[in-house]
């Protein structure tokens, strides 16, 4: 390997409009440390049962006897959504066929708004990688520095994302934007307590930012996506605001589960750990998603859902190869993605694209790259992409717990094979490696002993 000094450009001109209309930072974490009752859903909870010997009904009649409305039933983590408008009136805790009750907390969208006009990316920063910086056939005024940066362009030799399932769990997106709407296939709004529509609109702006991303299409205009012809689902769970409540975002992963996503983002958190979300998230590991999820901007510990082992915790680096000073870093990071400066699209109504901050901006990055990889080993189950995102990243000279294992590089994930064959990272203390996942089959590529010469893997991968 050798090093490289790798200059982003990040051309702006008439095709970039940039807008700063959008609130500068959703936050919720110093309030809630001040007051912790702020960062829950006032008396809402989520009600987990032991087993299935109560139908619907059964737990309804329950919920009522103590006060409260059910609103709806969370099948995955098998409970239910009470508001209980007087408190909790009879003690629900001692039923025998109820396993735990549990505060529906609040979750939050890490981003830090738009920025105002339309900053090009600074002289970049040593990097060690193999791998080289062409951008492929799209132009830089088309390619954002962050695609730059994860080496994606050079990954579409192999494959742009054709086949991948990919699920956004955020705000929803922009169904008339000509960079984002061609890839998207299904949607459904959950971001209502008691209904579920069909409308998927982005009221906010950030989830048509991270789809952005992660795929938007390559069309010679605007911006392009890390998996440019990946097929987008989207799980709307916040409605026209940045914070929505983790039942929503549950409901939201169950969609996910529904549609057999093959990668789902979450680009949102919350600062405590919560048993229900943790249950859903295992779910939809289990069920054979590869989950990214932002680590948090609070420059502190990692966030929920961020922190659980079954997911990819994902810090926030800016065009220097830094972490960003919001970014929140921990021994539960994964991976570091591009969050500073990241350019893409926002709804039409807004000026189309814009520049946002955030480890919501990074987590898209990785997303992108797991499409990638999915669609190029389909046979592969979500341990193995996790792992193979991880052997293959670039130390860009940070503490491990403010990188993980580095820099993704698509390149390096499409055009090895030794990362493929091998065992999960080992365990950092506090976040064990996930358990394989049971579904998918297990990988089935020849196994060709190391070293391998360059005519090797071209026999092998067709480089």
């Given at each position: 390997?050798?090093?490289?000094?790798?200059?982003?450009?990040?051309?702006?001109?008439?095709?970039?409009?940039?807008?700063?209309?959008?609130p500068v930072k959703f936050s919720l974490e110093e309030s809630i440390a001040k007051d912790p009752n702020l960062g829950r859903v006032p008396n809402q909870r989520i009600i987990l049962f032991k087993d299935h010997s109560q139908g619907p009904t059964e737990r309804e009649a329950l919920v009522r006897k103590a006060g409260g409305e059910t609103l709806r039933h969370l099948p995955s983590i098998n409970a239910l959504v009470a508001y209980f408008p007087d408190g909790i009136r009879a003690p629900l805790d001692a039923e025998?066929?109820?396993?735990?009750?549990?505060?529906?907390?609040?979750?939050?969208?890490?981003?830090?708004?738009?920025?105002?006009?339309?900053?090009?990316?600074?002289?970049?920063?040593?990097?060690?990688?193999?791998?080289?910086?062409?951008?492929?056939?799209?132009?830089?005024?088309?390619?954002?520095?962050?695609?730059?940066?994860?080496r994606a362009s050079k990954a579409w030799e192999k494959t742009?994302?054709?086949?991948?399932?990919?699920?956004?769990?955020?705000?929803?997106?922009?169904?008339?934007h000509p960079d984002v709407a061609p890839n998207v296939r299904a949607g459904k709004d959950l971001s209502g307590s008691t209904t579920t529509t069909s409308d998927i609109t982005d009221y906010v702006g950030h989830g048509t930012h991270v789809a952005g991303t992660i795929a938007a299409i390559d069309d010679d205009s605007g911006v392009v996506g890390v998996a440019p012809k990946a097929n987008l689902y989207i799980s709307k769970v916040f409605g026209k605001s940045g914070s929505t409540s983790l039942s929503a975002v549950i409901a939201?992963?169950?969609?996910?589960?529904?549609?057999?996503?093959?990668v789902i983002n979450m680009s949102l958190g919350s600062s405590r750990d919560n048993t229900a979300m943790h249950e859903?998230?295992?779910a939809a590991f289990h069920a054979g998603a590869a989950i990214i999820v932002s680590a948090g901007n609070s420059g502190g510990s990692v966030g929920f859902p961020g922190a659980y082992e079954?997911?990819?915790?994902?810090?926030?680096?800016?065009?220097?190869?830094?972490?960003?000073?919001?970014?929140?870093?921990?021994?539960?990071?994964?991976?570091?993605?591009?969050?500073v400066k990241v350019l893409s699209t926002v709804p039409t109504s807004k000026g189309s694209y814009a520049q946002y901050n955030g480890t919501s901006m990074a987590a898209p990055h990785v997303t992108g790259l797991a499409a990638l990889v999915r669609s190029a080993f389909?046979?592969?189950?979500?341990?193995?992409?996790?792992?193979?995102?991880?052997?293959?990243?670039?130390?860009?000279g940070l503490k491990n717990e403010e990188q993980g294992s580095g820099l993704p590089q698509a390149c390096s994930a499409?055009?090895?094979?030794?990362a493929h064959q091998s065992s999960p990272h080992p365990a950092r203390s506090g976040k064990p490696a996930p358990r394989p996942n049971p579904i998918y089959p297990k990988l089935s590529l020849p196994v060709v002993p190391a070293p391998m010469n360059s005519l090797q893997l071209r026999q092998i991968f067709g480089n």
């Open positions: 390997m050798k090093t490289i000094r790798l200059i982003v450009a990040l051309v702006c001109g008439i095709a970039y409009p940039v807008v700063a209309q959008y025998p066929s109820i396993h735990e009750i549990v505060n529906d907390d609040y979750a939050e969208l890490h981003f830090i708004g738009a920025l105002a006009g339309c900053a090009g990316g600074e002289s970049g920063s040593e990097v060690t990688n193999p791998c080289p910086a062409n951008p492929g056939d799209v132009s830089d005024k088309e390619q954002p520095w962050g695609i730059q940066r994860v742009r994302g054709e086949g991948a399932k990919v699920c956004i769990i955020d705000t929803g997106i922009d169904l008339t939201g992963i169950e969609y996910c589960t529904e549609i057999e996503a093959d859903a998230v295992k079954e997911v990819l915790g994902i810090a926030a680096s800016d065009d220097s190869d830094k972490i960003a000073s919001f970014s929140s870093h921990g021994q539960e990071v994964d991976l570091i993605a591009p969050g389909p046979n592969f189950n979500n341990t193995q992409v996790y792992t193979l995102l991880k052997e293959t990243a670039a130390k860009i499409l055009g090895f094979e030794s």
